[in-house]
């Protein structure tokens, strides 16, 4: 089992960043590969980024490429993401996940996080 808690959300005026961490317990994180997702309201979960087990490869949705980053750290368990120039439509509740294989699927994610609520105002 892995339990994994996210952090780092908050509210932030466009244009301004944030840095989201997702700290894993229970078992170690470099068995995994990592994704980020988000949940806007009255909307369903989307792929956000998505990191191999050893950083090696990642992987972004079209509308965060140059402005998010997606990184790790298995010596501390924990995975991060930059956002940088974040605009109103950024905001949504953002959630790890653990999984075997990178992915942009939700179900191939085994782990989940309960989220942090990330609000970007205009």
């Known amino acids: 089992q892995v339990q994994l808690v996210e952090s780092g959300g908050g509210l932030v005026q466009a244009g301004g960043s944030l840095r989201l961490s997702c700290a894993a317990s229970?078992?170690?994180?470099?068995?995994?590969?990592m994704g980020w997702f988000r949940q806007a309201p009255g909307k369903g979960r989307e792929f956000v980024a998505a990191?191999?087990?050893?950083?090696?490869?990642?992987d972004y949705r079209e509308s965060v490429k140059g402005r998010f980053t997606i990184s790790r750290s298995n010596a501390r368990n924990t995975v991060y993401l930059q956002m940088n120039s974040l605009t109103p439509e950024d905001t949504a509740v953002y959630s790890c996940?653990?999984?075997?294989?990178?992915?942009?699927?939700?179900?191939?994610?085994?782990?989940w996080g309960q989220g942090t609520q990330v609000t970007v105002s205009s």
């Open positions: 996940a653990a999984g075997l294989h990178t992915s942009r699927i939700v179900s191939r994610y085994d782990y």
């Open positions: 990191i191999n087990w050893n950083g090696g490869s990642t």
């Open positions: 229970g078992r170690t994180l470099s068995s995994y590969a």
